[in-house]
């Protein structure tokens, strides 16, 4: 048989082809690196697209408030490794008066800002004021108790704050460690405020706080150079230098840290995870997240006439038709079992796992609602990570009980709009606490009146939302624990939603990076701890 | 028509061919179901959510805001990004420096890759050589550019660690300052030669992924003019004379067959300045692709309808910049 030169070229080409492939395929791992370069620098890849401003009263988005918590100090902070309990960091002790809604802080005496200029009750209470002038969305988690125009000074190092009305203190002190309550340097405020912004544009891309660390730069989606605020009250942060790169693409982060050019590989997967789980010079650090994905029903959606989400046991049908083992299996160890709405790690947390799949069960329940052929539904999601998948699972998983499920994939920014208007059926969604107490989770999922989810899945539940009112005031922290237990229980059997998992943030981590403690949220990491070996372990 | 003239006339029609773009992108960002406050701000309360509405004005009749918006436009004043809270004109000075470079150095490559591609399998056609050079060229432009850039990034730099990994620069090189955006001449500006060459190095793989889209294009066209060009009367001529071969193809066959070649490397290179979205996000490259692909995803309008608008002019102005240097290399050519 005689061979053409095109046959000729095409043989030759797949030679090549599968010769480099089987070349490859023998190549492994390569040699792991040992020996940490340039020990007092930490590099971290990640996806820092989202960071709009760096000034903590416009500060909002994952990437900037990482950053500005590592620029700025706090009244009050939760520190690593636990992030559990509130512990002075500004202010020094506090304590609430009589009237049960005034705050009284004492400042830590001789403080001063990287400048000389010294911090005290008047720079607390003009970064405070400055906030709420700014007015921006960060505001309103120190903003919904009221004090603007009631940040008092009564001496150099005493302040303060009187709220509209009593709540819990738990709650207003959780709130004081959000970013958007960073004590900010008055002399750099003043020294560039342009037209009546406060220097918000010139603090979008400058520090003027008195954290561990100083803002060198900022490229947008190139990176984060931070340098060791050399005088800093505190402890001399361990490192003199971090450096966080944007690297969108999660395969070349985990690329980057096998490689050793990277210590810290921010945005795993949980097959990338699954990836670099036992390589010789990397370590996964997990850690709970204050996220979970939950299931949402809207109560009042009409399917053919009726309101079968209306009724509780359609709802508890749908609870027991779930296969939680399995949604647990594809998040590949990013999360672990939850069905009350506080998360592990925030207080008032509730353990209670009574749902499991039982088919025979839901059944049962869909014949007593009157619902024995079960119903068509639309289920909303979107089209990124994991949700598609746990779609399928869901439909598959209410399939079983004659509950005709389909999957309409759309963008976040369409999913929103229709969720915020009440116009979904069922919805695949998540929801984060913005802070480390119940209250922010109570509003969301049991009080209507707050018009957010309990809203938008039409439940209004007078019973509920005046419990997780009750409790935002209690000043006595047993009792305000007992409430919520109750309000949890009562949610997670009556209300419209099946919670399933609280997601569990992965970090691919050199072993020469000791210290790293990360936290649940999005703006309460400290690196300050945070240190390098020189030699690998 | 003089070429002039001609030249005129295209910029005027620019004009109006601009507005229809900004007409049709503003019309269809706005029927794209969605709300792209509440999906930036999934969990902020619905006052505030109200309020930055109102603030950004997206709750004015349709015609009121694109009004708005060209009378701002006429002032230069692109808008406001929502997802950068940026304008949008600082953006596009931040970002499209950067395609810039990359588009560049993938033309480049794509030259010089397509041209000796394309003169290879016009000289040996229908053997070997032709063979190879043409499944190359078609696999560069078949091959998932995604996937090419991550079995690159995999290869080279992860096991032979011949080239760097993602970025700009490698993870210790410090950047220098920024004066005119582009990092290869702030380099040379800052003295800094090794970020220079890191820089460069760090182009290597996606130029070359860019590159290989374009030398197709290059390569074919290369091939069929220049079989035309052997076909002339004065090629035969050449090698009549006596003249040696290497000559006759440079001197009298490619340079006259380049000259369609021109145009298409023109519009290759009109096309990759419009950014490369999957090549920087894999590469880590912060250019215009990334941020116009990330504004059309977020229903970003104002930095939807800037990037639009710069693409559009990019692209008209290189085809014709394309055209009028046709006509100027081949006198033959008139145009209107």
Known sequence: MKIGAKDAAVILLIIILVASWGYFLTLGRPAVPTKATETDTLIIARDISDAVSLDPARAYEFSSCLIVNQLYDKLVDLRPPEYKEIEPEIATEWDILADNVTWEFKIREDLTFPDGTPINATTVKLSLDRCLELAQTAAWVIEQFGMGGNITVVDTYTLRIKLAEVVAPRLFLSCLTFTSAAIVNPTLVQEHEVAGDLASDWMTTHSAGSGPYILERWEKDVEFVLVANEEYWGAEPKLKRIVVRHVPELTAQ??????????????????????????????????????????????????????????????????????????????????????????????????????????????????????????????????????????????????????DVTITTITAAEMYEIYRAQGHELILAEWGADYSDPDNLAKAFADYTIRQLAWRNTWYNDYASNLTKEACSELDTVKRLEMYAELTDYVLYNGPYAIFIQGVYQYGVRTWVEGFYPDPTFFLMDFSEVYKEAVYK | MDLRTYTARRLALMVFVFFGILVISFVLIYIVPGDPVGAIY???????????????????????????????????????????????????????????????????????????????????????????????????????????????????????????????????????????????????????????????????MPSFILGLFGAAGIARMTRSSMLEVLRKEYVRTARAKGLRERIVIIRHVLRNALIPTVTVIGVTYGMLLEGAVLTETVFGLPGLGQYATRAAIHLDFLAVMGSTLLIAIIYSFANLIVDVVYAYLDPRIRYG
Do not use: C
């Open chain 2, 42 to 204: 999934p969990q902020a309360p619905p006052y505030m959510i109200e309020k930055i509405t109102r603030e950004w004005g997206f709750d004015r009749p349709l015609h009121e805001q694109f009004l708005s918006y060209l009378w701002k436009l006429l002032h230069g004043d692109f808008g406001k990004s929502l997802l950068t809270n940026r304008p949008v004109m600082q953006d596009l000075i931040t970002f499209f420096p950067t395609t810039i470079e990359l588009a560049t150095f993938a033309t480049i490559l794509a030259v010089a890759m397509g041209i000796p591609l394309g003169m290879i399998s016009a000289l040996k056609k229908d053997k070997i050589p032709d063979h190879i050079a043409r499944i190359f060229a078609i696999s560069g432009v078949s091959m998932p550019v995604y996937w090419l850039g991550l079995l690159m990034l995999t290869v080279f730099y992860y096991q032979l660690r011949l080239m760097p990994g993602p970025g700009q620069l490698d993870p210790y090189i410090k950047y220098p300052p920024t004066v005119t955006g582009f990092l290869l001449i702030d380099s040379l500006i800052a003295g800094r030669i090794d970020a220079f060459l890191n820089y460069i190095h760090h182009l290597i």
């Open chain 1, 254 to 403: 985990m690329l980057q840290i096998e490689a050793g050019d990277v210590d810290i590989a921010w945005n795993l997967l949980a097959d990338q995870i699954e990836e670099i789980t036992g390589v010789e010079g990397i370590k996964v650090i997990r850690v709970p997240s204050f996220f979970k994905d939950y299931l949402g029903m809207n109560v009042n959606a009409t399917i053919d006439e009726e309101k079968p989400l209306g009724d509780n046991k359609v709802r508890d049908a749908i609870r027991y038709a779930l296969d939680y083992d399995a949604i647990l299996d594809i998040m590949k160890g990013g999360a672990i079992p939850l069905q009350t709405f506080v998360d592990s790690g925030i207080p008032g947390y509730n353990p209670a796992l009574p749902y499991f799949r039982d088919v025979d069960k839901a059944r049962d329940l869909m014949a007593e609602a009157g619902y024995p052929d079960g119903f068509a539904v639309e289920l909303l999601v979107q089209p990124t990570l994991y949700w598609p998948d746990l779609a399928v699972i869901v439909q598959d998983n209410l399939a079983d009980i004659d509950i």
